[in-house]
C-alpha cells in the first residue's frame, strides 16, 4: 500500500498509528503541505491532513520531518470537514437532530444534481443524500431536513407532513412550486441559488444564443437537407442587424445582453426597476431602450426575436398570450429558456400555424416531460430542448458545491453563505 503516514498519538508517546491510502489514491493525487519545502505527499481524505486542523490539539505527528499537531480520533470524529467547518467536538452533538443530516432530491430528472451533490459530499458521512420518484417523496420527507425539489411541487400538505424539514431548496432559481406561506407557517426557510454566481445564468444565456441561431439558420430543414444529401438549403437568416427584446433583464436577461452584443443587434428590454441593485454599471452599454412591463407590447412591435428571461410568478404565467404575439412583427421568432408556463400554448401554436410566427425556440415546455407527439413539434421551425439551459458541467458542478456547504452549515449550526432565502 502506497502513502504510509506514521504518528504519535495522544498523550501516549510511545504508541504509534499507521495509516495507509490506496495505491491509486497515493498516485492519482497529490498535495501540497503548508511549507514549499515540505514538497508535495499523497492526497489524503480531509480528515488525514492535519495542517488543516491546527485547533486538533493533544497530539503530534511527525510529517517530512516537522511536527504537526493531530488528533486523529477528532479528525475522524468530523470525517473530513474542511478548514471553514472545522470545530471541535463530534457534529452530531451540535445540530440538533441527530448524527445524519439528511438531504432529499425529489424525482428522477436532472440527475447529475444528485450525482454531483453525493460526489462533493461523499468524504462526510453524517451527510445522507438520497433521491426518490415523484410519488414517494409524500411518503418519507418527514425524514429528511433538507428538501431540493427540482420540479415537484411541494404544497401545504407535503409541508405539513415534513415534521424535520429546515430547508426547502431549488437546485436553481425557479420556486414556482413551493408553498412560501405555508413552509413559513411551519418555520421552514425557503432558498434559491443565485444564478448570478453559480454559471446558471451564464448556461442558460448561452442556450439563449444557440435556440436562436437555430431558429435563424433553421436547424431542422438543414439535417432534413443532410438526410437528403442535399447541398446549399435552407437559406437562413442573421442575428447581425436584428432588434431583440428581452423579456425579463435579471441574472439571465442580463448575460444574454452581453452574449448577444458582438453580433451587432439593437437590444431592448423590460424589467419591473431599473433602479435596482442588481444591475451592472454598465447596463446602458447593454440595452439600447429599456421599459417596464407596460412597454412590452410597443417594443414587441419593433423587435424581430423575443427571448423570455423573466420569473415565473402568479402575474407572468401566459404573460406571452395571444396580445402579445399578435404585437410581434409578422415573421419573428420567440424564444424561451425560462418556463414553459410564461407562453401560452393556444397563443403560440396558433400564431406558429398561421406564419404569423416564423420559428420558435424552448428550452422549457408547457408540460414536463414534454409529449414528444405534440402538435406543435409539426412545424418545421420549432426547436425543443429537454430542459437542459443551465445543465452545465460549470454550472451544475457550483450549485452542488451550494446545496453541499448548506448541508454543512446547517449540520454544524453555522451561517448559511450560499444561498438565498425569500422567507
Known amino acids: 500500500m502506497a502513502g504510509a503516514i506514521v ?35 499523497p492526497h489524503l481524505p480531509l480528515f488525514l491532513r492535519p495542517w488543516r486542523f491546527p485547533s486538533f490539539c493533544p497530539a503530534a505527528a511527525v510529517l517530512h520531518g516537522r511536527p504537526l499537531i493531530y488528533n486523529p480520533l477528532a479528525a475522524v470524529a468530523r470525517a473530513g470537514l474542511p478548514g471553514q467547518y472545522s470545530k471541535m467536538g463530534d457534529p452530531s452533538e451540535r445540530n440538533g437532530h441527530g448524527a445524519l443530516t439528511r438531504v432529499l432530491f425529489c424525482g428522477p430528472y436532472w440527475p447529475a444534481s444528485t450525482n454531483y451533490t453525493r460526489e462533493y459530499l461523499q468524504d462526510y458521512p453524517f451527510i ?51 408553498d412560501v406561506n405555508a413552509a413559513t407557517e411551519h418555520k421552514i426557510k425557503v432558498a434559491r441559488i443565485p444564478g448570478s454566481t ?11 444564443i444557440y435556440l436562436t441561431l437555430g431558429i435563424l439558420r433553421k436547424q431542422k430543414e438543414m439535417d432534413t437537407a443532410v438526410n437528403r444529401k442535399d447541398l446549399g438549403v435552407p437559406v437562413g437568416d442573421t442575428l447581425f442587424g436584428k432588434t431583440i427584446l428581452i423579456l425579463g433583464f435579471g441574472a439571465i436577461g442580463i448575460e444574454v445582453a452581453k452574449r448577444l452584443r458582438p453580433f451587432g443587434v439593437k437590444i ?15 447596463v446602458d452599454e447593454l440595452v439600447d431602450k429599456k421599459g417596464g412591463p407596460e412597454d412590452m407590447y410597443e417594443f414587441a412591435g419593433e423587435a424581430n426575436i423575443v427571448i423570455a428571461c423573466m420569473t415565473l410568478t402568479s402575474e407572468t404565467i401566459g404573460i406571452v398570450d395571444h396580445k402579445f404575439v399578435s ?63 443551465g445543465v452545465t458541467e460549470y454550472s451544475y458542478r457550483t450549485m452542488a458545491k451550494s446545496v453541499g456547504d448548506t448541508a454543512l452549515q446547517l449540520h454544524l449550526g453555522e451561517a448559511f453563505t450560499e444561498v438565498e432565502f425569500v422567507n
Not at 508517546?13 to 489514491?25: F, G, M, Q, Y
Not at 407532513?161 to 430547508?167: H, L, P, R, S
Not at 453559480?198 to 439563449?208: D, I, K, L, R
Request: net charge neutral; proline share 6%; glycine share 8%.
Open 128 to 178: 445522507q443524500v438520497d433521491e426518490v420518484g415523484l410519488e414517494q417523496v409524500p411518503d418519507v420527507i418527514h425524514s429528511y431536513h433538507i428538501c431540493v425539489v427540482k420540479n415537484k411541487r411541494i404544497d401545504s400538505d407535503i409541508i405539513a407532513k415534513a415534521t424535520q424539514m429546515k430547508i426547502i431548496m431549488q437546485y436553481g432559481v425557479g420556486l414556482e412550486g413551493v
Open 327 to 389: 404585437s410581434m412583427k409578422k415573421g419573428s421568432y420567440l424564444v424561451n429558456i425560462a418556463r414553459g408556463r410564461l407562453l401560452d400554448y393556444k397563443a403560440v401554436f396558433d400564431h406558429l400555424e398561421s406564419g404569423h410566427l416564423a420559428g420558435l425556440g424552448i428550452d422549457v415546455a408547457w408540460m414536463e416531460p414534454f409529449d414528444p407527439e405534440d402538435p406543435v413539434l409539426k412545424f418545421p421551425n420549432v426547436i425543443l430542448t429537454p430542459h437542459v439551459a
Open 268 to 282: 431592448l428590454a423590460t424589467k419591473r426597476n431599473w433602479s435596482s441593485d442588481t444591475l451592472p454599471s454598465y
Open 7 to 41: 504518528g504519535r498519538l495522544g498523550r501516549h508517546p510511545t504508541s504509534l498509528l499507521l495509516l495507509t491510502l490506496p495505491r491509486h489514491a497515493a498516485a492519482h493525487h497529490r498535495l501540497h503541505s503548508p511549507s514549499s519545502s515540505q514538497g508535495t505527499v
Open 198 to 208: 453559480t454559471g446558471n445564468a451564464v448556461s442558460c444565456a448561452e442556450m439563449a
